[in-house]
């Protein structure tokens, strides 16, 4: 397809490749208004046939009934003459015409009616593929609420502008990319990522084009033109992907370049050497060469795969999954091992506290000391210990002579006395007293302990822990029952990706590897596995995802390199979407399969059956062409069909509100402890895990459960 614009914005280009694709002739546009006469004449041609003696007539109408039926077929055909192609729509026309010079008229116009129907059946199955890219275009609405000095306008979507701001009413799509500077609201982005459930967003909160505002009034601001939405790049991928084509395609095209010519000098063959060689009857034999003709049209073959591909890359993007090229669906039947990075793919890469050990103080008072301290560092373990001491509504001190040892720890003065917040190593090297035996501890917890001290003595230590996502866990249950073996390809400490690894049940963890030592072990994976694919987020994943043989990238939160380098991109949080898509193709590789041995064993069956005699031009096409065609082109939109394995699991449903367990007698306040990598939730007067809510059919559930009693006064305790 040639595009006559050299430049436009992506979105334009799609629309206008979109228009050309949907062009249509007048025939075309009034298909079964040429069809039905064209049937009608044929019934007529049958019956003189078989009930009178007007043979000339029967055969004019079966002509007049060609003619009708014929337009879309013909014009292929000279195109495919001028362009010096031998196809399937030349082998018809062929029999077609030269059924008439045997008095098979009406089986040469039978055949050509069946074939036209069959053609228009098929566009019809490629269109409803074809259009999901417009659909993903238009889920945007064309028109954006922009924010003036006057209030509120509608204006063209194509006209805003990068910074430009956004109203986004209670129930309206969301017209662009953007990210909230006022209000806060829940959103569906179903139409994106495929999560079913509605998000709540807030202030400096990322939202796509195409969400739905659920409840409240939110203004934003536009950080992507319409042209570079989420949403245009999904559209353009799926268009892009349909060129990247997989093996079985690049090789049936191949194939049919060949086998048509052939079966062409074959059907010749079948139709003179008997007669000439044998002195066998001409009229029986050229018949059976036009039955061979028709019946071993490649037609249902050349089908078998890219239709399969294209529904499936299709239902993949309404699933929330980016899949850029059919190649991918084809190689995820050959992976065997699925490597992950840790932080920000199988945990939120959101630092909480997960514990503290008292020494000179109580756990309350640490965390304030340290909070106060770490209010002025942008670290992500002092922010963690900031949010905690947030939640327990603590309030802070004040700090003099501040100062950050870069890589290390802070330092800061409280009501004159100097305090220090670092890792062992920092407090090792200012010749802190250290604890005996409780690092150990910490580090088999899969937690990172940060100490506070103050006059060469150690106050107390708090642990901070990554919270895991609530899909890791049925992912890697998810790809046990598919039999794909897991590994874990971490930085992180070893020890903790040991816990991580043990709590998800991952069959191999790595840590404490730098990138180019996490591609020695893609490298060493490749080795012993058929294939290998990776699943990471950020930059230091992106060689990993290059070298494997798939790169899965997590694209919520991926980075652009990320994003660009890899395979098959997760448009959202939901690592199950990673099961979803290893099932889809396996799904799609399964239906290609099917569809290309039913094509040869049929084909190869009905040629015998011609030789020997046994087959009619009308049943070679009904059957043998047409039939099979419409077999493989339903079986193909079967994958439409597929429906998740999983439910819609609301991170909600798992959690609370609640940051804290306060004693009101004791007056402490204090962490809610953690079980399975998640804030344990309450319940009927107990602290459980989080598991424990979820369904059996989805994970097995922990039965891991707390009192809520106060260890010192043992008066019942209050999660706030």
């Given amino acids: 397809?040639?595009?006559?614009?050299?430049?436009?914005?992506?979105?334009?280009?799609?629309?206008?490749?979109?228009?050309?694709?949907?062009?249509?002739?007048?025939?075309?546009?009034?298909?079964?208004?040429?069809?039905?006469?064209?049937?009608?004449?044929?019934?007529?041609?049958?019956?003189?046939?078989?009930?009178?003696?007007?043979?000339?007539?029967?055969?004019?109408?079966?002509?007049?009934?060609?003619?009708?039926?014929?337009?879309?077929?013909?014009?292929?055909?000279?195109?495919?003459?001028?362009?010096?192609?031998?196809?399937?729509?030349?082998?018809?026309?062929?029999?077609?015409?030269?059924?008439?010079?045997?008095?098979?008229?009406?089986?040469?116009?039978?055949?050509?009616?069946?074939?036209?129907?069959?053609?228009?059946?098929?566009?019809?199955?490629?269109?409803?593929?074809?259009?999901?890219?417009?659909?993903?275009?238009?889920?945007?609405?064309?028109?954006?609420?922009?924010?003036?000095?006057?209030?509120?306008?509608?204006?063209?979507?194509?006209?805003?502008?990068?910074?430009?701001?956004?109203?986004?009413?209670?129930?309206?799509?969301?017209?662009?990319?953007?990210?909230?500077?006022?209000?806060?609201?829940?959103?569906?982005?179903?139409?994106?990522?495929?999560?079913?459930?509605?998000?709540?967003?807030?202030?400096?909160?990322?939202?796509?084009?195409?969400?739905?505002?659920?409840?409240?009034?939110?203004?934003?601001?536009?950080?992507?033109?319409?042209?570079?939405?989420?949403?245009?790049?999904?559209?353009?991928?799926?268009?892009?992907?349909?060129?990247?084509?997989?093996?079985?395609?690049?090789?049936?095209?191949?194939?049919?370049?060949?086998?048509?010519?052939?079966?062409?000098?074959?059907?010749?063959?079948?139709?003179?050497?008997?007669?000439?060689?044998?002195?066998?009857?001409?009229?029986?034999?050229?018949?059976?060469?036009?039955?061979?003709?028709?019946?071993?049209?490649?037609?249902?073959?050349?089908?078998?795969?890219?239709?399969?591909?294209?529904?499936?890359?299709?239902?993949?993007?309404?699933?929330?999954?980016?899949?850029?090229?059919?190649?991918?669906?084809?190689?995820?039947?050959?992976?065997?091992?699925?490597?992950?990075?840790?932080?920000?793919?199988?945990?939120?890469?959101?630092?909480?506290?997960?514990?503290?050990?008292?020494?000179?103080?109580?756990?309350?008072?640490?965390?304030?000391?340290?909070?106060?301290?770490?209010?002025l560092s942008e670290h992500p373990i002092g922010k963690a210990i900031v949010h905690q001491a947030k939640h327990m509504d603590l309030s802070l001190y004040s700090v003099d002579s501040f100062k950050i040892v870069k890589g290390k720890g802070i330092k800061g003065e409280i009501s004159g006395e100097s305090y220090y917040v670092g890792s062992k190593k920092y407090l090792e090297e200012l010749k802190f007293n250290l604890p005996e035996g409780v690092f150990e501890d910490i580090e088999l917890a899969g937690t990172i302990p940060i100490l506070l001290g103050t006059n060469n003595k150690i106050l107390g230590i708090i642990t901070i822990r990554d919270v895991l996502r609530v899909s890791a866990p049925l992912l890697i249950d998810g790809l046990k029952k598919r039999g794909l073996k897991s590994a874990m390809i971490s930085g992180d400490n070893q020890l903790v990706c040991n816990t991580i690894g043990a709590c998800l049940d991952i069959d191999t963890s790595y840590g404490e590897l730098l990138p180019d030592q996490k591609l020695e072990e893609i490298k060493e994976?490749?080795?012993?596995?058929?294939?290998?694919?990776?699943?990471?987020?950020?930059?230091?994943?992106?060689?990993?995802?290059?070298?494997?043989?798939?790169?899965?990238?997590?694209?919520?939160?991926?980075?652009d390199l990320t994003l660009e380098t890899a395979d098959i991109i997760i448009m959202s949080d939901d690592l199950k979407k990673i099961v979803t898509f290893f099932d889809i193709s396996k799904k799609t590789n399964r239906i290609i399969r099917q569809n290309i041995w039913t094509s040869i064993i049929v084909k190869v069956t009905f040629a015998i059956l011609t030789v020997i005699g046994l087959m009619t031009l009308w049943l070679a096409v009904g059957i043998g062409d047409m039939g099979v065609s419409l077999i493989v082109l339903i079986n193909g939109m079967t994958i439409f069909r597929y429906r998740t394995k999983f439910k819609d699991i609301s991170v909600e449903h798992l959690e609370s509100d609640a940051k804290a367990i306060i004693c009101k007698s004791c007056e402490t306040k204090n962490i809610i402890p953690q079980h399975h990598g998640r804030d344990m939730v309450e319940k009927e007067g107990k602290l459980i895990c989080w598991r424990k809510l979820l369904s059996s059919d989805d994970l097995e559930p922990c039965e891991e459960e707390l009192p809520l009693f106060c260890p010192k006064c043992e008066n019942e305790l209050e999660v706030v």
């Fill in 1 to 375: 397809m040639v595009i006559h614009i050299t430049q436009c914005t992506n979105e334009l280009c799609i629309d206008e490749e979109l228009e050309e694709e949907e062009e249509e002739s007048f025939f075309e546009e009034k298909f079964w208004y040429f069809i039905i006469p064209s049937v009608i004449l044929l019934g007529i041609s049958i019956a003189l046939e078989f009930l009178t003696d007007a043979v000339l007539l029967s055969q004019i109408l079966a002509i007049a009934s060609i003619l009708l039926s014929c337009y879309g077929i013909l014009r292929e055909a000279i195109e495919d003459i001028l362009a010096k192609r031998i196809t399937a729509n030349i082998l018809m026309l062929v029999a077609g015409v030269a059924s008439f010079f045997i008095l098979h008229g009406q089986e040469g116009a039978t055949a050509i009616l069946l074939y036209a129907i069959a053609e228009y059946l098929e566009e019809l199955t490629t269109d409803k593929s074809r259009n999901a890219i417009k659909e993903l275009l238009e889920l945007a609405p064309d028109e954006a609420l922009l924010k003036t000095q006057e209030g509120y306008d509608f204006v063209p979507t194509r006209q805003i502008k990068i910074g430009d701001i956004v109203g986004i009413k209670p129930g309206m799509k969301v017209p662009i990319d953007g990210k909230i500077i006022k209000g806060e609201s829940y959103l569906d982005e179903s139409a994106i990522t495929g999560e079913s459930l509605p998000v709540f967003k807030s202030i400096n909160d990322e939202i796509f084009a195409a969400s739905i505002n659920s409840d409240s009034f939110i203004d934003i601001e536009v950080i992507r033109e319409s042209s570079n939405t989420v949403v245009a790049k999904i559209a353009e991928s799926v268009k892009l992907a349909r060129q990247n084509k997989s093996k079985n395609e690049k090789f049936i095209e191949k194939f049919a370049r060949y086998y048509t010519p052939i079966i062409l000098i074959s059907s010749l063959l079948v139709m003179f050497i008997p007669p000439l060689l044998l002195s066998l009857d001409f009229n029986t034999w050229f018949y059976r060469g036009l039955i061979l003709l028709v019946v071993s049209c490649p037609c249902a073959l050349t089908l078998s795969t890219p239709l399969a591909n294209i529904a499936a890359l299709t239902k993949l993007a309404k699933e929330g999954i980016l899949v850029k090229g059919n190649k991918f669906i084809e190689k995820a039947k050959t992976i065997e091992l699925i490597a992950f990075d840790k932080t920000g793919t199988l945990t939120e890469g959101n630092l909480k506290v997960f514990d503290v050990f008292e020494y000179s103080l109580d756990k309350q008072e640490i965390i304030k000391i340290a909070a106060s301290l770490e209010v």
């Fill in 525 to 559: 994976l490749k080795q012993n596995y058929k294939g290998v694919a990776m699943v990471g987020d950020g930059i230091n994943d992106a060689p990993a995802l290059a070298l494997s043989d798939l790169g899965i990238a997590i694209g919520a939160s991926a980075t």
